[in-house]
């Protein structure tokens, strides 16, 4: 993954209203508009009464390791190692025969991030998320009717508040995916208000990303990628997707991206999905962001066991994708020839 923090985040927040944005079925406008932008927001595309479980997982699970959090009073929505408290967990680069972590933890420009990966694969989260009819429905219109069915999602992402006052307000971090996934999806499972940590990317970034990659799929970026970046953070303005629980937004994995800061009172909690067609891909192991072409040349092993041995190579079994064992091509002239819109 390419990262290159930038300043304080200046994001518009998304307020447009997209004919259909309140439907299942995707409309003309919405389409052209993911074309053209690389997103689309679906208000209320699932059931908000149904995802108050996962909210309650994490509330939950916060309660179990220990963390001092009084869900009525944001004030405790503090970082647990300021209080001894950070978890003693394994890296999260160890891949461990799919059962992986169960949690990670770490700091970052926008704020404290909590991932956890424990439901991903559990029958009721996915059936709340990303195999839930809407959701499917979603999906087979973007991608038509032969979609790899899902597996598991990527578990709770979770962002506490960070202050915004003098210095320490936080900065978004605009980085794209190292994955081989065809179309995401961000589901807010709680409310999340402007400057409350919500999905941020930049409009138009997918095609720019997708033609500098030499394969269409699998993580291949040619040279001069990071510099790309840094170009498009300085000359478009990030969108910042504010939601109430059940809103999705979807969106085409080589977008620039990054988590939104939070500077309200709330605990964000979104889960992230991954789909893509259901043709041969490799089984074994999950996409390390490094492909079967690349890795040799950059002396990475791809075993299992290897995992986590360096740095800057994991298996990523919580993203539900796998790189393409048929020779991937190279981007097509239309990138959206493989799709079904």
């Not at 995707?26 to 993911?34: A, P, Q, W």
């Not at 990659?213 to 990030?238: D, F």
């Not at 910042?240 to 909690?269: K, M, Q, Y």
């Amino acid at each position: 993954m390419a990262k290159n923090p930038t300043e304080p985040s200046s994001a518009t927040v998304y307020a447009q209203e997209l004919p259909g944005f309140r439907e299942v079925g995707l409309s003309r406008g919405e389409i052209e508009h993911f074309k053209t932008n690389g997103f689309i927001v679906k208000k209320g595309l699932l059931d908000s009464s149904e995802l108050g479980r996962i909210v309650e997982c994490a509330w939950e699970a916060a309660e179990d390791l220990g963390f001092p959090f009084d869900r009525n009073d944001p004030s405790t929505y503090t970082l647990p190692k300021d209080h001894g408290l950070f978890p003693d967990t394994e890296p999260k680069h160890i891949y461990n025969d799919g059962a992986g972590i169960a949690n990670y933890f770490g700091g970052s420009n926008s704020g404290w991030t909590w991932r956890h990966y424990v439901p991903c694969t559990e029958d009721w989260l996915l059936e709340r998320t990303a195999r839930h009819p809407n959701m499917q429905s979603v999906v087979s219109q973007f991608l038509g009717n032969n979609v790899r069915p899902s597996k598991r999602c990527r578990g709770l992402y979770l962002l506490l508040p960070k202050p915004g006052d003098g210095d320490s307000v936080g900065k978004l971090s605009g980085h794209t995916d190292g994955t081989a996934s065809q179309l995401n999806c961000m589901i807010y499972a709680a409310d999340c208000p402007p400057s409350g940590g919500g999905f941020t990317l930049w409009p138009g970034s997918h095609r720019r990303c997708y033609y500098h990659m030499e394969t269409e799929y699998n993580w291949e970026p040619k040279v001069g990628y990071k510099e790309m970046l840094s170009e498009i953070q300085a000359s478009v303005t990030p969108v910042e997707i504010a939601g109430e629980a059940g809103d999705c937004c979807f969106w085409h994995p080589r977008s620039l991206h990054s988590a939104g800061v939070n500077t309200s009172s709330h605990l964000r909690v979104v889960v992230p999905c991954d789909f893509q067609k259901d043709k041969p891909t490799e089984p074994w192991p999950p996409y390390s962001g490094f492909s079967k072409r690349t890795a040799p040349g950059a002396g990475k092993s791809l075993l299992p066991e290897d995992s986590g041995k360096e740095d800057g190579l994991r298996m990523q079994w919580w993203i539900d994708t796998r790189e393409f064992v048929e020779p991937d091509s190279p981007p097509r002239e239309d990138m959206w020839e493989d799709w079904a819109i």
